[in-house]
Every structure is written in C-alpha cells, then in structure tokens.
C-alpha cells in the first residue's frame, strides 16, 4: 500500500501559478503510475493528468492541456504539478492518486493522498 501526502496548495489569483507536490512512502514509487485528479465544490472528482513509472509519457485532460505540466522524481519518491495561468475554474481540491496500470478513471486507482485546497480568484 502507498500512503500520498499533498502539498503547495493556497491562493492564487487568475493568471497565477501554484506548484502541487505528492510525496509517497510505502510500497515503491517506482512501481506506480502517478497523477492528479481535483474535485469541485458539488462536481465529481475528475481526472487531470498522468505520468507513467518512468515519466517518459504523460496523459492531460483537454482542460488543463498546455497550462499544467507534471512531473516525478523517482529519487525522492516525489510528483509534481505546476500550474501556470490558472483560472476560476481550477479551483478545486487537488488528489495525489497511484495505480498499477493507469489512472485515468478512479477504477483503477490504488491510493489517494488526503487532498490539497488550490482557490483562483477571478
């Protein structure tokens, strides 16, 4: 089991940047797809992006496509997300999520981290 600890979210103004970070500890970070999914007041959770064990493919959702990049350390057991020109709209609470295969859709994911708060105002 891996245990998904969120960080770097807050504030930020439309047009802004905020860089999430996802520290894991447990089972092998190596051995995990990574990624993000956020959660808006009232809407489902909805998936982001994700990055494969070795960071050499990444999947966006079309609505963060070109704004927000992801990326992994495999050494310090760590995903990132930046997040540049931020809108209204991405103002959600944030998941850390691992999984085996893919993480696309919440079926397939194995862990969650606790969440992060990241608010845009417009």
């Known amino acids: 089991q891996v245990r998904l600890v969120e960080s770097g979210g807050g504030l930020v103004q439309a047009g802004g940047s905020l860089r999430l970070s996802c520290a894991a500890s447990?089972?092998?970070?190596?051995?995990?797809?990574m990624g993000w999914f956020r959660q808006a007041p009232g809407k489902e959770r909805e998936f982001v992006v994700q990055?494969?064990?070795?960071?050499?493919?990444?999947y966006y959702a079309d609505s963060v496509k070109g704004r927000f990049t992801i990326s992994r350390d495999n050494a310090k057991d760590t995903v990132y997300l930046q997040m540049n020109s931020l809108k209204a709209e991405d103002t959600a609470v944030y998941y850390c999520?691992?999984?085996?295969?893919?993480?696309?859709?919440?079926?397939?994911?194995?862990?969650w981290g606790q969440g992060t708060q990241v608010t845009v105002s417009s």
């Open positions: 999520a691992a999984g085996s295969i893919t993480i696309t859709t919440r079926d397939y994911v194995n862990g």
């Open positions: 447990g089972r092998t970070f190596s051995t995990y797809v």
């Open positions: 990055i494969n064990r070795s960071g050499g493919s990444i």
